[in-house]
């Protein structure tokens, strides 16, 4: 199975920073990676999907990059709305896995 | 507009069976692959099952030969058969839709139907 490893596990940011989120797979996928943001209480909400292909209606502040193994997920300027919990996928072969999750905290 | 709404958790002891079901709108079910996926309290999320519109499924070897995967094509919905529970099942069970983006991610998710295992 393919193991999925972010970090860091927790970031402190304030409104306006950028903030960079990586995950790194166990072996190559390709391309074939998603980030999805959680809030508590509320279902997991798809960002991007290969890698950096941007969700429809989801804010251009959002973009991914990488391939075979790293990966990052970048919030160019962090608004109120961003503070969650976002996790990675892997979708290569199934068991698909999501990484540990990175909560995004206010500082 | 697309919606997925889990029914059938609650508490159940452990060795007990559950059936959760997602009922559909806006989409049919049976022209997709759907997924289960299972999040713990205060956990990382846990792909459970998947099923093709062909029919094939896939399931996380910690629910291989408990948890069955199936769908009513005439009530557009989804559903998990969970069998001998365990305490470590206690989790939110969410039924997610799969989109082919290159492979299968989730791009609509219902609200998840909490199922806690205990005695």
């Known amino acids: 199975d393919i193991q999925m490893t972010q970090s860091p596990s927790t970031l402190s940011a304030s409104v306006g920073d950028r903030v960079t989120i990586t995950c790194r797979a166990s072996q190559s996928i390709s391309s074939w990676l998603a980030w999805y943001q959680q809030k508590p209480g509320k279902a997991p909400k798809l960002l991007i999907y290969k890698a950096s292909s941007l969700e429809s209606g989801v804010p251009s502040r959002f973009s991914g990059s990488g391939s075979g193994t790293e990966f990052t997920l970048t919030i160019s300027s962090l608004q109120p709305d961003d503070f969650a919990t976002y996790y990675c996928q892997q979708y290569n072969s199934y068991p698909v896995e999501f990484g540990q999750g990175t909560k995004v905290e206010i500082k | 507009e697309v919606q997925l709404v889990e029914t059938g958790g609650g508490l159940i002891q452990p060795g007990g069976s559950l059936r959760l079901s997602c009922a559909a709108s806006?989409?049919?079910?049976?022209?997709?692959?759907m997924s289960w996926v299972r999040q713990a309290p205060g956990k990382g999320l846990e792909w459970v099952s998947v099923?093709?519109?062909?029919?094939?499924?896939y399931y996380a070897d910690s629910v291989k030969g408990r948890f069955t995967i199936s769908r009513d094509n005439s009530k557009n919905t989804l559903y998990l058969q969970m069998n001998s529970l365990r305490a470590e099942d206690t989790a939110v069970y969410y039924c997610?839709?799969?989109?082919?983006?290159?492979?299968?991610?989730?791009?609509?998710w219902g609200q998840g139907t909490l199922v806690t295992v205990s005695s």
């Open positions: 997610a839709r799969v989109r082919y983006c290159g492979g299968d991610c989730l791009d609509y």
């Open positions: 099923i093709y519109s062909g029919g094939s499924t």
């Open positions: 806006g989409f049919t079910v049976s022209s997709n692959y």
